[in-house]
């Protein structure tokens, strides 16, 4: 997954706060929605050019913050931050997952079923 951040090397804020600020930012504004698995910290270094400690530093911040879950080796994904319906949301989506998977249904098709049911008034 691409977060598409940019990092700018002239600014006075430092690049962890970049990214911080940055991932906090879609975060917050939907952008990143509840559930999303983000890059690891080598592969977003290497996306944005700077160090892992740089990206490590940021997610552990954001994990603090209750922004980001850290689930092993399963990776980083984003947190509820103590948001309920979207939590609800998520687990539901999960579990559409699984049943469409257990039916043998390609994603793009439990896709396009979500999109159709999305659509109805």
Known sequence: MTVRL???PSSSVPPFEQVRNGLAARINDGRLPVGTKLPTVRALAAELGIAPNTVARA????????LLDTRGRAGTFVSAQGDTTRARAAEAAAEYVDVTDSLGLSRKEALK???AALEQD
């Open 6 to 8: 940019r990092i700018d």
């Open 59 to 66: 997610y552990r911040e954001l994990e603090a913050a209750g």
């Open 113 to 115: 079923i979500v999109q």
